[in-house]
């Protein structure tokens, strides 16, 4: 029993390890991909090809000096990265792994309720940090998150409904690899839109409007902090890439392929970023009202008639 439960500690310890180098690379890619869709170099110097530049940005952000602030709650105020990285390496506990991991029969329900707590962390550090523009850009990163939510859980409704599981096994294995892409095409898109919204991405990118609202939520962060709000929005980014791959482009097994999708729709969170401009706030919550819910409502009433 103890090398059981020292197996499974010692399993996602090496998987969030493997999270967060994977984190430091994609970053790197998305440089490289937005400097050549951009037509500049980008980044070049730090090692072959520039390899090594997470790693020298990440050291850059530890050695920078932290905000002091007097007039804030600092309990609060650190407590909320903290707690915005930890949501996030906890969705990465329903991987589906071979052997040594925690066998989710809930998995989907599990990530319901997590991802739903993402605004919580959002909250508090818009709020403690005692900055108008940190708490202005916090609501409106809370009200995009929970608008775009609710398209999200009716596509996993359909899903559910569908196989009549919320084990993330049973779903990757009700169909060949891209047929669940086909048969369930407009979910997908509305799936993956939604995705990039619950992460705060462009073109969805509201807590950080520009001059208007200087860096949105995580303003009054630097160094240690503004690492761990980083590390958080792009382990959250390769998950909803990981997850797309496993609704949609079902697959018998986790393996080479799986993880190949979760890194061709990655590169489409990238590829979006560098080709769509910031839409406007109105419209952003218009497209989740009146656009992304009922065509997820019709659909997920169409299913159920059916199957």
Do not use: H
């Given at each position: 029993?103890?090398?059981?439960?020292?197996?499974?500690?010692?399993?996602?310890?090496?998987?969030?390890?493997?999270?967060?180098i994977?984190?430091?690379?994609?970053?790197?890619?998305?440089?490289?991909?937005?400097?050549?869709?951009?037509?500049?170099?980008?980044?070049?110097?730090?090692?072959?090809?520039?390899?090594?530049?997470?790693?020298?940005?990440?050291?850059?952000l530890?050695?920078?000096?932290?905000?002091n602030?007097?007039?804030?709650?600092?309990?609060?105020y650190?407590?909320?990265?903290?707690?915005?990285?930890?949501l996030?390496?906890?969705?990465?506990?329903?991987?589906?792994?071979?052997?040594?991991?925690?066998?989710?029969?809930?998995?989907?329900?599990?990530?319901?309720?997590v991802?739903?707590?993402?605004?919580?962390?959002?909250?508090?550090?818009?709020?403690?940090?005692?900055?108008?523009y940190?708490?202005?850009?916090?609501?409106?990163?809370?009200?995009?998150?929970?608008?775009?939510?609710?398209?999200?859980?009716?596509?996993?409704l359909?899903?559910?409904?569908?196989k009549?599981?919320?084990?993330?096994?049973e779903?990757?294995?009700?169909?060949?690899?891209?047929?669940?892409?086909?048969?369930?095409?407009?979910?997908?898109?509305v799936?993956?839109?939604?995705?990039?919204a619950?992460?705060?991405?462009?073109?969805?990118?509201?807590s950080?409007?520009?001059?208007e609202?200087?860096?949105?939520?995580?303003?009054?962060?630097?160094?240690?902090?503004?690492?761990?709000?980083?590390?958080?929005?792009?382990?959250?980014?390769?998950?909803?890439s990981?997850?797309?791959?496993?609704?949609?482009?079902?697959?018998?097994?986790?393996?080479?392929l799986?993880?190949?999708?979760t890194?061709?729709?990655?590169?489409?969170?990238?590829?979006?970023?560098?080709?769509?401009?910031?839409?406007?706030?109105?419209?952003?919550?218009?497209?989740?009202w009146?656009?992304?819910?009922?065509?997820?409502?019709?659909?997920?009433?169409?299913?159920?008639?059916?199957?």
């Open positions: 029993m103890v090398l059981e439960y020292l197996s499974l500690i010692i399993n996602y310890l090496v998987m969030f390890i493997l999270v967060m994977s984190v430091a690379f994609f970053t790197l890619l998305e440089q490289k991909v937005v400097g050549a869709m951009q037509i500049r170099i980008g980044p070049n110097k730090t090692g072959y090809w520039g390899v090594l530049q997470p790693f020298a940005d990440a050291v850059k530890v050695l920078k000096e932290n905000m602030l007097s007039m804030s709650n600092m309990s609060v650190w407590a909320g990265p903290f707690l915005s990285l930890s996030s390496l906890s969705l990465w506990l329903i991987y589906p792994m071979m052997a040594g991991g925690l066998d989710f029969f809930l998995g989907l329900l599990f990530f319901m309720c991802s739903s707590m993402g605004v919580y962390p959002i909250m508090l550090m818009g709020w403690a940090s005692n900055s108008k940190s708490m202005l850009g916090a609501m409106r990163a809370m009200a995009q998150m929970i608008s775009y939510e609710v398209s999200l859980m009716m596509i996993i359909s899903l559910i409904f569908i009549s599981s919320f084990n993330i096994k779903l990757m294995n009700w169909a060949y690899t891209g047929l669940a892409l086909i048969i369930f095409l407009p979910l997908s898109l799936w993956f839109a939604s995705s990039m619950e992460t705060n991405r462009t073109p969805y990118d509201f950080e409007s520009g001059s609202l200087v860096s949105g939520f995580n303003t009054e962060y630097s160094g240690g902090g503004f690492t761990l709000i980083f590390l958080a929005e792009y382990s959250s980014i390769l998950f909803m990981f997850l797309f791959s496993l609704l949609f482009l079902s697959s018998s097994s986790v393996s080479v799986l993880l190949f999708c890194m061709v729709i990655a590169f489409l969170f990238v590829w979006v970023r560098s080709a769509m401009p910031r839409l406007r706030y109105d419209k952003l919550m218009g497209l989740a009146k656009s992304f819910l009922p065509v997820s409502l019709l659909l997920f009433i169409y299913y159920l008639k059916i199957y």
